[in-house]
């Protein structure tokens, strides 16, 4: 995932309006939370949430691709950020608030892994902490064999990236096709990206393996939905 797009990120994602996203997950902390000061987002990126939630937060970040955490650093110098496995991390601390935006859960691929996933960001919540995860789509919504094409154009940077919505059993698959037009060349490569399908079951079953109640928000920040998740 990301493995040659990583410095394409921010352009590729340059039309997401993060700081309405972060205002609207601040105003979720705020019913679940309002006492919270601490925030660590899970599968941060380049940061993009992180510029935002700063400002209100005493953040952290923690991402498995070294590269797209280099563009965190040099967006937030000044936040601590981690290299992990949202599956399987363990930090020295515990926060107020965690997150997991962007559907970047999606990239867990199986029911075992969210299990995973959701425990490990359990237990580095405060008493009375919040989790909040913002899904892909479910098996049910998810429809193969649609054509996407996507373009940013820009005075040092001409991008196209194009891809088919494809299913391979409660995978998504999407073989990405790269464009990359610099003042020096011309690139282009292939990426292939595969998001678990979780079911309503799945999500069900994470929060009960890890102890807690959720409530699901069918809009969330980018359309995608949210979950919002307590201790019992």
């Not at 005075?155 to 494809?166: F, G, N, Q, S, V």
Request: aromatic residues 12%; glycine residues 8%; hydrophobic residues 40%.
């Amino acid at each position: 995932m990301y493995s040659r797009s990583a410095r394409l990120y921010d352009a590729m994602y340059a039309g997401k309006d993060y700081s309405a996203a972060s205002e609207y997950v601040r105003g979720v902390i705020d019913s679940v939370n309002p006492a919270a000061t601490t925030l660590l987002d899970v599968a941060c990126g380049t940061g993009r949430h992180l510029e935002h939630l700063r400002k209100y937060y005493g953040v952290e970040g923690i991402d498995l691709n070294p590269d797209l955490l280099a563009a965190a650093r040099a967006r937030c110098p000044d936040v601590p950020l981690h290299v992990g496995d949202m599956s399987t991390f363990q930090l020295p601390k515990r926060f107020d608030v965690v997150t997991c935006l962007f559907s970047a859960i999606a990239y867990l691929r199986t029911g075992d892994r969210l299990i995973a996933a959701v425990d490990r960001m359990a237990e580095h919540l405060t008493d009375g902490g919040g989790l909040l995860i913002e899904p892909w789509f479910t098996p049910t919504a998810f429809w193969s064999d649609h054509l996407v094409a996507n373009f940013h154009d820009g005075p040092d940077l001409k991008l196209a990236w194009m891809y088919r919505h494809e299913r391979e059993g409660e995978l998504a698959v999407l073989e990405q096709h790269f464009l990359v037009g610099e003042r020096h060349g011309f690139e282009s490569f292939t990426e292939r990206h595969e998001l678990g399908l979780f079911s309503d079951a799945d999500w069900d079953a994470a929060f009960a393996a890890a102890r807690m109640r959720a409530t699901f928000d069918p809009v969330g920040p980018f359309g995608r939905g949210l979950y919002t998740a307590v201790r019992l």
